[in-house]
Structures are given as C-alpha cells and as structure tokens.
C-alpha cells in the first residue's frame, strides 16, 4: 500500500483541496498520513466550510455540499485525528507528497514552514509524485534545492491559484471580510511566477467559469510536468485527484 503525506496548517485549510483527494485516495487504497505543526488535528477554514459571512456571495465561495460532506468523514478518520508534528516526518517513509491550499492566514505557518520546505524538496530531488493546488503552489515554489539554491520549481511547468481570481474574490469581499482573500500582498501567482525559470512556464488554462466533479472531471485544469502536478483552485479538486491517483499508480 502506498503512503501519501498531507502537511496541514492547524487552522485554515481550504476543506475542498484536502478531503477530495483524501476521499478518492483512500477509496482507492491508498494509505494517507496527515501531518499538522504541533500533532493535533488540523481544522479546515470554517468560513469557507459553512459559508460564515460570504454574504450574498455565499453561493459562489462557499465549499459544495460533496466537499463538506467529505471533509466530516476525513475530520472523523483515524489518520486526521492522529497526524505526525512536522518535525516527525521523515519524508523517505512516504511514496508521494500533496499540497492543499486555503486562504485563511492561518496557512502562512505552513506555507513559511522550513521544515515543510525541506520535506518538498526531498520528494522533489526523489523526482517522487507531488501534487500542489491553490496555495500549495506556493510551498513548492518557496522551497528551494539544496543543490542549486533555486526554487524547486525552477524548471517545471505549473499551475496555481489565478491573480485574477484572487482578486475578484478579494474586491467581491473586501468592504467587510478586508484582506482575507489576499493572504500575502503579492498575489499567488505573481509569486509562483518569479520562482520559475521563465515566467510562461506558468500555464492558467481556461477561464475557471466552473466546477468540477466526481462525474466531470475534465471540466477542471491541471498541469503535470513530469512527477509534479498543480492545479488551481477547488474547481480543479477532482480531476487533479483523479491525475493525481493516475500519477501514483505509474510511479
């Protein structure tokens, strides 16, 4: 049975990006293994899971029904409740690495995670599978290979939580919610960008007008660029699951 690795924050996950993949991983067999900064179970973005002062815009921002569904069967699993601290992961242990995002500010402890970013950059120089999505990307992209000092990421291809998006979510909210949808003041594109070789090395794919599902995954976009795949945003969560699965079962 393979063993994948999720690292969490301990608050602020985004719930889509972390229990779809959880929920067709381990449908599949796969064993998951959780990791959080202190050992104690992570929780998801509350905003976004009950859809708490999305105003008008609950509709559009809000996590689907599926997801949130499949974030309480995660929530209530042996591995979610029991993860690893970060400072106990030994990354040769697992045969892949995923990348959740979220926007809360809650997630900079693991975005800013050095340890997480030494961990990244094990399974990269492994050129074992990893999957990023949303702000994810940006864990990759910070992490940096001991042997050149550049960005893991330096030579892929990828993907990443749009600027465009991030700022309508941002302008959408921002007369009460202030910055939340801007987690850094550089958006994470921009920033995923800059660690690249060559700026179009970061691909947007089609305008993100829809969500995916288990039954139309190919109405999300993702990028893979050898074992590195990425994807956007929650929209993308079941066909970067699907791809994801795809790349471990031809590892």
């Known amino acids: 049975m393979k063993k994948v690795l999720v690292p969490l924050p301990d608050y602020g996950f985004d719930p889509t990006e972390a229990a779809i993949p959880w929920l067709l991983l381990t449908a599949k067999g796969y064993d998951v293994q959780f990791a959080t900064p202190g050992g104690y179970s992570g929780m998801a ?24 569904m499949a974030y309480h069967r995660m929530s209530n699993s042996e591995s979610f409740c029991t993860p690893l ?9 697992y045969d892949a690495l995923l990348l959740p995002g979220g926007h809360d500010k809650g997630v900079k402890v693991y975005l800013e995670s050095s340890l997480l ?7 990269f120089m492994a050129q074992k599978p990893v999957g990023a999505i949303c702000h994810g990307v ?3 992209a910070r992490s940096k290979d001991p042997r050149t000092g ?36 550089v958006t994470v594109q921009a920033e995923v960008a800059a660690a690249l070789g060559d700026p179009a090395q970061f691909l947007s794919g089609p305008l993100p007008l829809t969500r995916d599902d288990a039954q139309h995954p190919e109405r999300g976009f993702t990028v893979r660029d ?18 994801f699965i795809h790349m471990l079962e031809h590892a």
Do not use: C, N
Request: aromatic letters at 16%.
């Open 45 to 68: 973005d509350l905003r976004i899971l009950r859809g708490e002062q999305l105003g008008v815009w609950k509709w559009l921002l809000q996590a689907r029904e599926d997801a949130v």
């Open 85 to 93: 601290k970060y400072t106990q992961i030994r990354p040769e242990e």
């Open 117 to 123: 970013q030494e961990v990244v950059a094990h399974f």
């Open 138 to 140: 940006v864990l990759a």
């Open 150 to 185: 550049l960005s893991v990421l330096h030579s892929y291809k990828t993907t990443a939580l749009l600027a465009s998006q991030e700022r309508m979510a941002y302008h959408l909210t921002r007369w009460w919610l202030k910055d939340y949808y801007l987690t850094y003041p």
């Open 226 to 243: 050898r074992h590195y795949l990425s994807a956007r945003w929650p929209g993308d969560a079941y066909r970067f699951s699907t791809e």
